[in-house]
Nanobody
Framework: QVQLLESGGGLVQAGGSLRLSCADS????????MGWFRQAPGKEREFVSS???????LYALSVKDRFTISRDDAKNTMYLQMNSLKPEDTATYYC?????????????????WGQGTQVTVSS
C-alpha cells in the first residue's frame, strides 16, 4: 500500500524552527501536487501549504513568509521548513498527496493522507 509518512515534529519554543518531512512510498511522486494541512485540538483541519509538480507554491496567510514548502523528487520527499514558530502553530501536521499535478488548498482535492506528526510550540 502506498503510504505517506511524516516526521520531524516535536516541541519547540516560540520563535524557534522545525522542519517536517513527508516520505512517499509511491512510484509517481514526481508528477503530482502535494500539500500540508494541520489540525489543532477542537478545530477543523486547515490548509497550510501546497506545492505543484513543478514547484509552484501556495501558502495560507497565517504562515506565509514564515514557512517554506519544498520537494525533492529524487527522494520522493516533501518538506515544510517552519521558522518563527508561534504557539498558535501548535497542531498535528498532515501531509497529503493529490492525483493531479497542481497545488491546491482544499482538503477534498487530496486523495492520500499521512498519519500526522505533532508540533507543539511553547510560549
Amino acid at each position: 500500500q502506498v503510504q505517506l509518512l511524516e516526521s520531524g515534529g516535536g516541541l519547540v519554543q516560540a520563535g524557534g524552527s522545525l522542519r517536517l518531512s513527508c516520505a512517499d512510498s509511491g512510484l509517481t511522486f514526481s508528477g503530482y501536487g502535494m500539500g500540508w494541512f494541520r489540525q489543532a485540538p477542537g478545530k477543523e483541519r486547515e490548509f497550510v501549504s501546497s506545492i505543484s509538480w513543478n514547484g509552484e507554491t501556495l501558502y495560507a496567510l497565517s504562515v506565509k513568509d514564515r514557512f517554506t514548502i519544498s520537494r525533492d523528487d529524487a527522494k520522493n520527499t516533501m518538506y515544510l521548513q517552519m521558522n518563527s514558530l508561534k504557539p498558535e502553530d501548535t497542531a498535528t501536521y498532515y501531509c497529503a498527496a493529490r492525483s493531479a499535478p497542481w497545488a491546491a488548498s482544499g482538503s477534498g482535492d487530496y486523495t492520500r493522507w499521512g498519519q500526522g506528526t505533532q508540533v507543539t510550540v511553547s510560549s
